[in-house]
């Protein structure tokens, strides 16, 4: 047992780093604990859970409730919807923390129980799931002690039969016996190495790790050249990064700095913890023949950038140092009305962690973002960081990273989810616990400013099209020859159309004095009647 400090990271996994160690500890040694699905709202059935999870192998499930707690279990089965109990004694049940109420919480595991627990047959007293084709995950047998999500979409938590409670009671888990989920995740446990692919003979990437190759990437960045920039007067190149809380954004801007500085220093802020570091919108220089602004925005969570913030940052309306806090709108002091192209964004970063990649909501964030991006012309850069936490093989040694399939798959998935080219999604780790600099990661981040620049020229290029094409367009309609004038009709023509509405409006206020018996009226417009036909057609 240990104090844990208790809160979810908004936008972040249910399980931290910590949290996986702390189940490696319970499972006993080492083993790669990976996300398989996490759902939330209605994305929370029965037949999404199975639809994803079925034949996995051992998993762990997590759910936070709205009591505030955090718990699940383990099996070492796989869910397989056979419609009854299968017996596991090595299944336990476990509470993380509470994220509401007391600051500490007793994190605990309530490994399967050693005797009957009566009313529930034969099966009573033995660890295990029940395993029916029309609930989510359960625990014990009937699913008594946790059930998630069944056919009704209820929840609820009995601890007791199944498994040892003694040193608590029924409602360990959850505070309560009946809960409303809030949210839920599967995780793969496998034992380091087990049923573990192969390297790829040839990394999905062709790049060599070495000092050398180095030293070119980096006389390629510092050479770079950019021969649209001074039409639309852009000596700086401003970067916007954007992501989730914990993404590795001020991470990022460290290691940027200690790539060009020689060694590790820190001038972003970069904690972990529960939320946004970053408060301000903040600019930090980095100059590779040309100053690359990197525009460091608060990470995103359950409330931010919902006010049309982002399109402000993207357009140069706000000024380095504006409270991301506020709500900002066109009235907010010193707000850019109609900014010169120095002041916009000129290429997105959008930063995906390696353990949020299967986080279903982080990808329709990330499409939505990429929305306010491609309406502005501007092409959106994933940058995959954490890609160690996605194979043991990477984590071991880095310059694999490019041969390992979980790292591929990686890729792959955020390609096939947010609609972006694999060309534009770079791997990478930060700079993090190392105390000196790492030609690996230098490499790796070299590579990221590479692309930016590239991406920079595409949109320049782009820009200096609809520019010219606009300006096309304005000559065009200027120069234009004015339309003819409608020819007049002729003034025969025209006098008989006078005439013929005359007459049409004499006959009716005959009628009109008729309907009046006005004698002395009708007399008067039959004369005037009769000089007009005199005057026009020789005729009375």
């Not at 990437?205 to 039409?231: G, M």
């Not at 925005?297 to 140092?321: F, V």
């Not at 591929?408 to 105390?435: F, P, R, W």
């Not at 006959?507 to 009769?530: F, P, T, V, Y």
Request: net charge neutral; glycine share 8%; with cysteine.
């Amino acid at each position: 047992m240990r104090k844990r400090q208790t809160h979810i990271r908004s936008g972040e996994a249910l399980l931290s780093e910590e949290d996986k160690k702390q189940m490696c500890n319970w499972l006993g040694g080492r083993h790669q604990i990976e996300l398989l699905w996490s759902a939330r709202g209605s994305q929370m059935t029965s037949a999404s859970f199975r639809a994803n999870c079925l034949n996995k192998g051992a998993t762990v499930t997590v759910a936070a409730s709205n009591t505030g707690y955090v718990f699940g279990g383990y099996t070492s089965l796989p869910w397989q919807s056979l419609n009854g109990f299968r017996p596991d004694p090595k299944a336990f049940l476990f509470r993380l923390r509470q994220d509401q109420g007391p600051a500490y919480l007793l994190c605990r595991a309530f490994p399967a129980a050693n005797q009957a627990y009566h009313g529930y047959g034969n099966n009573a007293g033995v660890g295990g799931i029940y395993d029916a084709a029309t609930m989510g995950p359960a625990f014990g047998s009937n699913g008594g002690d946790l059930y998630l999500m069944n056919s009704s979409g209820y929840s609820a938590s009995q601890v007791g039969n199944s498994f040892d409670s003694s040193q608590e009671g029924a409602s360990c888990l959850a505070g309560t016996n009946q809960f409303q989920l809030t949210r839920v995740e599967v995780y793969t446990v496998k034992a380091k190495g087990e049923g573990q692919a192969a390297p790829l003979e040839r990394g999905f990437h062709r790049i060599p790790f070495t000092p050398d190759y180095k030293h070119e990437a980096l006389s390629a960045v510092l050479q770079y050249q950019l021969p649209l920039a001074d039409r639309f007067g852009v000596t700086d190149i401003n970067v916007l990064m954007f992501g989730g809380v914990g993404a590795g954004k001020s991470s990022f801007i460290n290691s940027m700095c200690s790539l060009f500085e020689g060694e590790i220093i820190q001038p972003a802020r970069a904690e972990a913890l529960t939320t946004s570091v970053t408060r301000r919108l903040m600019s930090y220089q980095v100059e590779v023949g040309r100053t690359l602004n990197f525009w460091d925005s608060m990470g995103w969570d359950d409330s931010s950038y919902m006010k049309g913030e982002l399109n402000y940052i993207l357009d140069g309306n706000l000024k380095e140092g504006t409270n991301l806090n506020d709500v900002i709108t066109d009235r907010h002091p010193g707000f850019r009305h109609n900014p010169p192209w120095t002041k916009r964004m000129h290429t997105v970063l959008f930063f995906v962690p390696g353990d949020m990649v299967s986080d279903q909501e982080y990808m329709s964030r990330l499409v939505n973002f990429k929305e306010y991006a491609t309406t502005r012309e501007l092409v959106p850069l994933v940058v995959l960081t954490k890609v160690d936490m996605l194979d043991p093989m990477v984590e071991e040694e880095l310059a694999t990273v490019f041969r390992s399939n979980m790292v591929k798959d990686a890729v792959d998935h955020i390609s096939s989810k947010t609609g972006i080219n694999k060309t534009q999604i770079m791997c990478l780790k930060n700079y993090s616990s190392e105390y000196v600099t790492s030609t690996v990661i230098d490499i790796l981040l070299l590579e990221v400013i590479k692309r930016i620049l590239i991406n920079v020229k595409d949109f320049l290029r782009r820009l200096a099209k609809n520019t010219d094409l606009e300006r096309e367009n304005t000559e065009a309609r200027t120069h234009a020859p004015a339309p003819a004038p409608s020819a007049a009709p002729p003034a025969s023509q025209a006098k008989k159309v006078n005439v013929e509405q005359l007459f049409e409006a004499l006959e009716a206020a005959i009628e009109d004095a008729s309907g009046r018996n006005d004698a002395a009226q009708m007399q008067m417009l039959h004369d005037k009647r009769n000089r007009l036909l005199q005057q026009y057609f020789g005729q009375e």
